[in-house]
Structures are given as structure tokens and as C-alpha cells.
């Protein structure tokens, strides 16, 4: 199996439509693909009305979508039956514009807490968007910027997978046949970010060819999930509107679930570092690795509590490599329903920007921090590595440094 | 039972001496009274030196403690073999020195994790700190300024309790009898604050005359941190050196354990108050009151998720009513282990410094936050109330909120 980066997003995959639209900070995406739909909804207790209702519309529809419309700047939550009402009127306007089933529509909102949808604004744009619908790669690019709010980049991806070709072929002609499987995605989110199924105003939309039935999709998503946005922690906040949503059209190649499961979950760690690289403020995208822990909740529980830290996350702003050690430490300790935590079997390595490895904490104890070590968290990238030292398992989470940035950016 | 505060802190019960020694941020602290002793020790998995053996004195002494030792700089956290060896040295120190078994000294530090004690350094500070002992209320000041990091100002706390006088008798000539039971403490906490008993490098010692048996102390001392330190959040970090001890000499009058323990809860809730508005870096004191809550368990953990979110408390610091309650909503739902959250019941309203109460969401609905709503986050400590409206269990806890300077703190 091969699998290489291609252009153009959700646009990627044939047969989908996209195009977006952003006037101040209300924006509307409209995206048009029939198809087989799973979803991955926010576990927060307090659920916004696009969400009650895109699951409800899933279970209408009989798990098949055809239009996705999403927009930021109001998320429609704590809305009431007006919100409700609104929410099923976007899925009504799509369905009058694009002449599909009404059912067959997923809505979406990312913004504010509180206030009601301007109704008169989204109707109005959609009228827009829906003329500029286009297969093409803008089409997608249009798309992922319209759901931006804080995000200072857009954030897109797509990958072709050739499930009869070896990874390591050496490259000649190009082969482009229809055994190919493609996987596109968008996504935005950059603060309220915390990983309980799912992260915080999250929205990513997924798009493939792949010939898969609903179980397989459904079971290939919360593994990717559970892989990737729910290993991203920016604040350790959970929003009330995350949504991970996956279309399959059904009309590429051939796949095993194995191989689309390993081409998703590559689609969606990507996005998800981009959420942490676009962290609210963040100066430096940290990936974690907690390896040597007992059991895998353990690595993901002590993974969350390091990235989810203030003191770890400010230490590293600072590039102070004895304070961040040392909250890593008290960090691990505070997980107190991880079954194995030993502190004298626990090290820490970092790895900078240039490959330079440095060992931090050596089985229990601190190595000399002075001398070359001082200048290894200054680079934009950060790689960390906590061996637990009790076992095999291991897990890779992202998240980022916490500014000034990130204050001035949530008081406005 | 009338109970008033006076002054002294520690030193406000007789037969206790105390005084501390700061230089530079290298403190040390030293307390003599002789009694029966009952701690409270941080759950991090990761414990410091101190906080084990200080675990062991209490057991191999049977719950007499004569001396504390406290210091303030280096944490003696994450240090193996020589980290106990260290704080057994501290411990002998003080006995050699005042005269008390070895067994009786309990032992407690504060500061960066990952550093050895520079015990040269205590055996000098403590040999000027041994001889300034005294029970004047200088002593308890100079114990408390000598155990603070990041505080910026110092905690101490004392009350006397008459159980035999109605607390809205008129004051005539005050009334000195023997009858009279005093409680007296000091603290320091000011980052790494969350409650998992206890909240986070924090260190409180307190001391009573109370003449209650250790069953009873332990008892009263478990009610009131729950009540007060575990309720303090600053910013969700646990420490590995958290303890609170609380020491009685059994001289003073009788009185019950339910009229004890009130007055341990007042002691304890003004010092866990003191600390939440010395949060690093805060300009906010915020008490909030969850109420209408299906279970204590509920109201606890709605109360904690609140003041945690870094975005509740960036929103407080820029005095923005809306951001404030659409994030407080998203931190509630976000309880997912909460038995009961029903966002159509949910209120919340804000009382300000000069007492106007504003209803900012009546039972699932936001009011109009604009007018004089605005001007209700202004003040300089802030009483919000979320009722849950789903039951009658009720809690109080207390934060600050997230500025520019928590990061600032934090990075140096």
C-alpha cells in the first residue's frame, strides 16, 4: 500500500462540491457529496442545536448525507427551540437550493455562545455559495476558510492511497488508475480545545471514495478520532459544537478497512497538528510521545495532563527546560487513576528542530540541564518523549505553549 | 457559640513558638507545640520527599508532633535516595536543636522540583531561625513571609471560639475565661493550585488548644479542607508537596466536634480565600456558588470545571458578561461524569462589590446582557451563582482569573 499527499482537500475526492464564504467574522461553507455518513459528536452535556440535530438527521436519513452547511461567528448553543428551529431551517434552505432531501443534511455552527442565528444573514449568504459551488481545489480552500474564528491559518488535507502498490516502489510513470482510494478533509479549531470526543469547537469534514460500508467507516472514524483530535489539547476546554463528520461516495477502489483506517487516521493526525500548530497564541507545536506506560488509557491520560498543564505549557514559552522537567513531573503525578506511575524508572528526552536528542531525566534523575541543553526547547517544534518505564504501550498526542497571546486573544 | 477573629496567627495559641528566616527566595520556617497531629498530604503520584517522610514521623511518633520545618525554594521533589536522606537531616537538625524527639518533627518544602536541598544553607538559617523563636505574634508573621514563593503577601488566620457564649450576646466586658478555644493558622499558595486535596503546592500549618482526640481532629480536619483548600482553584496543576497539619496541645476548654469543626472551616476557608486572591498573577477574587445541584459530588465537580477554564477566567479578566456566561455554560456541560445537567433549568447570576445583582440566564434563557449588565464584571472581587436548578445541594468554591501576568509569572 502507498500512500502520497495530493491537492485540493475535500475537492480531492470526486463528486464533492464545496465553496465558502467570510464577511467580518460570520462565515458560511456549504459542501455538496452524496453518500454513506458516520459522526463523531462533542460529549459535553450542554449539546448545541446543530449538533442535537445533524445526529437526529443522520438517524432520519438512514446514515446518508448530501449537503453539509456550516457556519462561524454563531454557534447556535444555549439557544433554546428557536435554535432548534433555526438549525432545521439551514438544513431546509440547502435542501430548496440544491434540490436534495432535506433529511440528507448535516448543519453545523462554530462561534458564541447565547445568541440567536441571524437567519436573514445566513439565508442571504447561502444564496452566494451556493452559486459558487465548484469540484475545484478553491472550491475546498473557500470552504475551510468560511468556519474559520480564531484560526490564523485555514486547514485542509487529502491523501490518494494505491492499495497495490509497495510503499517503497521506485517512482516511474505515474500510475492513476481507478484502484486508487482518496481521502480529503477541512477542519477548523484553534482554541477550547481538550480531547474527550471531540476536542472543542472542532469541525472537521471528511470526504472519501472509499468503497466501505457504514460499520467499517464507523469504526475506522473513532479510531482516527480517538488517534488524533482527541489527542490535541490547546486549553483543556470543552466546547459545546465539536463535530467530526465522514462521507464516503462509495465510487473509488477497493480497500480493506485495515488500509482505509490507516489512510484516515494519517488525514486526521494531520488536521489535528494543524489545530495545535494554530493553537490560540501558541508559539511552538509540541508533539508528545508517552511511551514504556502500562496500558494505553495510562499513556493517553498522562499524555492529556502534560499538554493540558499551565505551568508545563508556560515553561515552555519561556524555554525554561528545569521548570518544564519539573512540572512534566508533577504532571504525570497528578494522573491519580493511572494504574502505573513510578518515579524512579521515569525519563525525559527532548528533541529539537535540528534532531539534537537530549536525555532530561534519566531513569528518576535529572541529568546536568546546563551546557547544550539550554538551547533545546528554542525552536518552533518540539518533540518531547516521557518513558514511563513499566510497561509497552505508547501514544502521541500535540499540543502547544501558553502565551500572552493566548490571554489577549479570549479576553476579546 | 460566638466565635471572633484576633490576631497572632499560630502564635494566638499559647504554648506555640514560631519564626522564619527569608533570603533571597531561600526560606526556612520553624514552628515548636507539642501535640497531637493529623496531616493532609497532596494525592500526586509523584510525592516529594518531605510529604513521605513526613507520612512515616506521623506513624513512628503516634501522632505527636513537638516542631515543624518548613522551606521555601527548593522542593526536594523527584530527588531518590538522597531527597529522604535530606529531609530525615532537617528533621534531626530541629531535634538537636530545640530538644524534641527526632520522631516529633515533621518536615515540609516548597519550590522547584527536581533540585537537591543546599543543606549548608539550612543548618545556618536554621540556627538564626532556632534562636528567634517566640510566641509574640511576630513569630507567626515572620513563619508565614518565610514559606511564601510566588505569594504576594503573607496567610495567617486565628480565631477564638467560646462555646459557651451566644453569638449575638451584646458585647459587654469581654470575656477571658479558660473556657475558650483558640485555632490558628498560616498558609502559602499561590500557583499550582487545583483541589485534589490539596490543591497544589500549597502549605498550611495549623494549631489549636482544642482539647479533641486525633479521631476527632482527623475528622474535622478532612471536613474543612474539603470545604476550603479543595475548593480553591488557580490554575488546575497538582504539586507533589502539598500538606496541611494540624497540631492541638489539648489545653484549652471544651468543646464539641461539630462546634470545633465550624470553627476549623472558618480558619480554613479565610486562608483558602487568601490564596485564591493571591492566585499568580490574578486581579480578580472570584467566589462562586453552585446551587440546585443533584449531589454534593455534582455541585463539587460543576464548581471546579468553572474555575478551571482558562477561558471562563480570560473572559473575567476582560470583563466580558457574554463571553463569561457562554463559557461557564460549555465548562458545565463539560462535567461529564455530572448525574444531572439540564440546560433548559440552568441559571446564573453575578453580584458585584457594591451588591447589585444581575440574573444573567433565567432557566436556560440569556437576558439582555447589555445596559447595566456591562459594568458587573468590573470589580475586584466577584460573587457569580450558577443554579443548576435540578436538586438542593449547594457548595462554594473560589478562583481568580487568567491574566497576562499568571504567564509571565510562570515563564520566569
Same mark, same amino acid.
Given at each position: 500500500m502507498k500512500i502520497e499527499t495530493v491537492q485540493g482537500g475535500i475537492c480531492a475526492v470526486k463528486g464533492v462540491r464545496a465553496y465558502g464564504l467570510k464577511e467580518g467574522n460570520k462565515g458560511l461553507t456549504l459542501i455538496e457529496g452524496n453518500g454513506i455518513a458516520v459522526g463523531a459528536f462533542t460529549l459535553n452535556r450542554i449539546k448545541a442545536a446543530p449538533i442535537l440535530f445533524t445526529e437526529q438527521q443522520l438517524e432520519n436519513s438512514g446514515g446518508i448525507l448530501s449537503a453539509i452547511i456550516a457556519n462561524s461567528g454563531c454557534a447556535n448553543s444555549f439557544t433554546g427551540d428557536e435554535g432548534m428551529k433555526n438549525a432545521e431551517k439551514m438544513a431546509e434552505l440547502v435542501s430548496g437550493s440544491l434540490g436534495v432531501r432535506k433529511e440528507e443534511v448535516a448543519v453545523a455552527s462554530t462561534g458564541h455562545i447565547g445568541k440567536q442565528l441571524d437567519m436573514a444573514l445566513i439565508e442571504r449568504q447561502l444564496g452566494v455559495v451556493a452559486k459558487g459551488l465548484t469540484a475545484e481545489e478553491a472550491g475546498s480552500t473557500a470552504a475551510a476558510k468560511a468556519i474559520m474564528t480564531t484560526d490564523t491559518f485555514l486547514k485542509e488535507c487529502a491523501i490518494r492511497i494505491n492499495p497495490h502498490e509497495a510503499a517503497k516502489t521506485e517512482s516511474g510513470p505515474k500510475q492513476q488508475t481507478d484502484a486508487t482510494v482518496v481521502i480529503g478533509g477541512i477542519a477548523k479549531g484553534s482554541g477550547m480545545i481538550f480531547p474527550q470526543m471531540n476536542t472543542a469547537t472542532m469541525l472537521c469534514f471528511i470526504y472519501t471514495d472509499a468503497n466501505l460500508d457504514a460499520e467499517a467507516l464507523s469504526s475506522s472514524l473513532k479510531d482516527a478520532v480517538d488517534n488524533s483530535f482527541n489527542m490535541v %489539547? %490547546?486549553?483543556g476546554d470543552m466546547s459545546t459544537n465539536d463535530l467530526v463528520l465522514l462521507v464516503s461516495t462509495g465510487k473509488g477502489g477497493e480497500i480493506s478497512e485495515p488500509e482505509f483506517k490507516t489512510g484516515l487516521n494519517v488525514v486526521c493526525t494531520e488536521l489535528a497538528k494543524q489545530m495545535a500548530r494554530d493553537g490560540e497564541g501558541a508559539t511552538k507545536l509540541i508533539e508528545l510521545r508517552v511511551k514504556g506506560a502500562a496500558s494505553v488509557d495510562d499513556a493517553r491520560e498522562i499524555a492529556r495532563a502534560i499538554l493540558r498543564s499551565p505551568l508545563v505549557k508556560s515553561a515552555i514559552f519561556g524555554e525554561r527546560l528545569d521548570l518544564t522537567c519539573g512540572r512534566i513531573i508533577a504532571a504525570v503525578g497528578s494522573c491519580t487513576t493511572a494504574d502505573v506511575v513510578d518515579p524512579h524508572v521515569i525519563s525525559i528526552s527532548f528533541k529539537s528542530n535540528n534532531e539534537t536528542v537530549f536525555l532530561a531525566v534519566d531513569r528518576g534523575v535529572f541529568t546536568d540541564l546546563s551546557g547544550p541543553a539550554k538551547d533545546i526547547l528554542n525552536g518552533k517544534e518540539l518533540f518531547i518523549e516521557v518513558d514511563? =518505564? %513499566? =510497561?509497552?504501550v505508547e501514544t502521541t498526542a500535540w499540543g502547544c505553549d501558553l502565551t500572552y497571546d493566548y490571554v489577549k486573544i479570549n479576553v476579546a
Open positions: %489539547v %490547546v486549553d514511563m =518505564g %513499566v =510497561g509497552e
